[in-house]
C-alpha cells in the first residue's frame, strides 16, 4: 500500500522539478499541485507547512520542505 504523496511546485522552480524526478525514478506515484496557478492550492500550502516556498511535499500529512532525498526516502521506506 503506497502512502498518499502531494508536491506543491511551480513550473519554475528547479528544485520542484528535481523532487518529481525523484519520485518518478522510484516508481512513487504522486498529485503535482502547481501552487504558481492555483491560489487555493497555494494557501492550503502555507496552512499546512508555515512556508510560502517550493517544494513543499506532503506524504500522509508529513510535511517535508525542500527537495530533502533523506527526509523524503525515510517516510515513504524507500
Known amino acids: 500500500m503506497s ?3 502531494k508536491v506543491y ?3 519554475a522552480c528547479p528544485y ?3 523532487v518529481k524526478a525523484f519520485l ?3 516508481n512513487i506515484p504522486f ?3 502547481d501552487v504558481g496557478t492555483n491560489s487555493e ?10 512556508q510560502m516556498g517550493v ?3 506532503d506524504i500522509e500529512g508529513k510535511i517535508i520542505l ?10 515513504l521506506g524507500i
Open 31 to 33: 498529485e503535482d499541485v
Open 3 to 5: 502512502k498518499r504523496v
Open 16 to 18: 520542484c522539478a528535481m
Open 66 to 75: 525542500g527537495f530533502n532525498k533523506e527526509a523524503i526516502s525515510r517516510e
Open 41 to 50: 492550492a497555494a494557501k492550503e500550502m502555507i496552512e499546512k507547512s508555515g
Open 9 to 11: 511546485s511551480t513550473s
Open 55 to 57: 517544494p513543499v511535499i
Open 24 to 26: 518518478k525514478e522510484k
